[in-house]
C-alpha cells in the first residue's frame, strides 16, 4: 500500500515529467521577467520569485529581470519632503524627483533584488539601461484632454522617457557568463540626459530586442478578464482592440497589453499577463499545461 509520502514523490516526479518538454524547448532562450507591485513588498513572495528565477536558470533558460518602484520612490519623495505633482495621473519629474527615482530603483530596490536571487542560489548582477549604454531613451511626449474644450493637449512629465534603442550585447554577455541580469528602468538619451522610464514599457523594450521567448508582466490581477470576470487566458493584438473599444479592458489594463502587443510585433514569441500575488505564478504558467494568466501572441 502506497503511503502519504510517497504519493507526494510521485506527484512531485509526474510535475517534472511534464515540465521536461518546457525545458528541452526553451532551453537557451530568454525570458524577460517585470517585477513589482505587491510583490515587491513581500518577503515571502520575494523569495518564491528569486526562487523562480534560479530554478529558470538552472533549466538552461536565460531570465532578465526589470523591476519597477513606483509606491516606493513615493514613499522616499513624501520622506525627502520633495512634493510630487500629477498630470491625469502620471507624475511629472522634475529634476529633484528624478534624483530620486534613480537613487531608488538603481540602488536600493536594484540591491534588494540581487540579494534575493543570491540567496536563492543564483548569481545576480545589478544594473540599469545606463549601464554600457544598454538602452538609450528619448523624452516622453503626451497629451490629455481639456476637461471642457475636450482638445488634446501637450503636458511637459519632465525627465519620463521612453526606450528608442536597445544594445542587448551586455545582456548577452552576462547570459553566458552564467550571471542574471537585474535591470532597474533607468536611461540616458544620447546627450547623457537621464531619464525615468516605466519598467513595463522597458521590459518590453528589452524583450522584443532580444527576441525572447517570453515576456511576463507581474501584476496584481489574475489577468485579463472578460466582463462576467472570467480569465481570458490566450489573445492576439486583434481580440485585445476589440476589448478596448468595447470597454472590457479599461484603466492600467490598457498600458500593459500595449506594451504586450508591441512586444509580440517585434520579435518577443509571446507575452504573459499573470498575477504576481499567486505563488511560482511564472512557473504554473510556463511549465504546466493548466497556465496562469493571459497569453498574448501576434
Known amino acids: 500500500m502506497t503511503d502519504v509520502s510517497d504519493k507526494q514523490m510521485l506527484f512531485k516526479a509526474e510535475t517534472l515529467i511534464e515540465a521536461l518538454p518546457y525545458f528541452q524547448r526553451y532551453a537557451g532562450r530568454s525570458f524577460v521577467v517585470k517585477y513589482g507591485g505587491h510583490a515587491m513588498g513581500d518577503p515571502e513572495a520575494a523569495k518564491d520569485f528569486a526562487e523562480d528565477i534560479v530554478l529558470l536558470k538552472a533549466v538552461g533558460i536565460n531570465p532578465v529581470v526589470v523591476h519597477g518602484g513606483g509606491p516606493q520612490i513615493g514613499a522616499m519623495l513624501k520622506k525627502l519632503g520633495v512634493e510630487s ?86 545582456l548577452t554577455t552576462l547570459s553566458n557568463a552564467g550571471l542574471i541580469p537585474i535591470v532597474a528602468p533607468i536611461a540616458s538619451d544620447e546627450n547623457g540626459q537621464t531619464y525615468n522610464i516605466n519598467a513595463d514599457t522597458m521590459a518590453g523594450a528589452i524583450a522584443a530586442a532580444l527576441g525572447a521567448a517570453r515576456l511576463f508582466l507581474l501584476t496584481d490581477v489574475a489577468g485579463v478578464l472578460d466582463k462576467q470576470g472570467k480569465l481570458l487566458t490566450d489573445l492576439k493584438p486583434a481580440d485585445i482592440a476589440a476589448l478596448r473599444e468595447d ?34 505564478a511564472m512557473l504554473l504558467e510556463f511549465f504546466t499545461s493548466r497556465g496562469a494568466g493571459t497569453l498574448v501572441s501576434a
Open 247 to 280: 470597454g472590457t479592458v479599461k484603466g492600467g489594463m490598457i498600458p500593459k497589453l500595449e506594451t504586450c502587443v508591441k512586444a509580440v510585433e517585434s520579435g518577443c514569441e509571446a507575452a504573459v499577463v499573470l498575477d504576481g500575488r499567486v505563488p511560482h
Open 85 to 170: 505633482q500629477f498630470v491625469d495621473g502620471l507624475r511629472v519629474t522634475d529634476k529633484a524627483t528624478a534624483e530620486v527615482a534613480e537613487m531608488v530603483l538603481s540602488g536600493a530596490i536594484n540591491k534588494e533584488l540581487v540579494g534575493w536571487v543570491n540567496a536563492a542560489g543564483g548569481k545576480a548582477i545589478g544594473l540599469s539601461g545606463k549601464d554600457a549604454r544598454m538602452v538609450t531613451a528619448t523624452k516622453v511626449s503626451r497629451t490629455v484632454k481639456d476637461p471642457d474644450s475636450q482638445i488634446e493637449q501637450a503636458v511637459d512629465l519632465g525627465f519620463v522617457g521612453e526606450p528608442t534603442a536597445v544594445d542587448i550585447s551586455v
